[in-house]
């Protein structure tokens, strides 16, 4: 059974620096690409970066370009999301996301089968 379990959320001022991760159990980490999404009240789940199976490929959504960074650790089947310059509109519940094919770099939700808990992201002004 594949499992994922964020950590490393929380709440920080504008401007401040957070950094999530995700720990991946039940599949061989290495072979797949990996995702994190971010749902905010109201609004639809976004994908917020990606990173294909050995890390040479990322996307980013263009809110975030410049201030995250995502990356993995095969060797430890964790994936991390650096988050700088935090803005009050980053502001969700952030989720990790593996595909279950071996797509290059999944950019669509549907994409993803198995999902963590979500960790709570709260940047205040």
């Known amino acids: 059974q594949v499992q994922l379990v964020e950590s490393g959320g929380g709440t920080v001022q504008a401007g401040g620096s957070l950094r999530l991760s995700c720990v991946v159990s039940g599949r061989t980490f290495s072979n797949y690409a990996m995702g994190w999404f971010r749902q905010a009240p109201g609004k639809e789940r976004e994908l917020v970066a990606a990173i294909s199976w050995i890390g040479g490929r990322t996307y980013y959504a263009d809110s975030v370009k410049g201030r995250f960074i995502i990356s993995r650790d095969n060797a430890k089947n964790t994936l991390h999301l650096q988050m700088n310059s935090l803005k009050p509109e980053d502001t969700a519940v952030y989720y990790c996301?593996?595909?279950?094919?071996?797509?290059?770099?999944?950019?669509?939700?549907?994409?993803?089968?198995?999902w963590g808990q979500g960790t709570q992201v709260t940047v205040s002004s």
């Open positions: 996301a593996a595909p279950k094919t071996l797509a290059a770099l999944p950019l669509r939700p549907y994409e993803y089968d198995y």
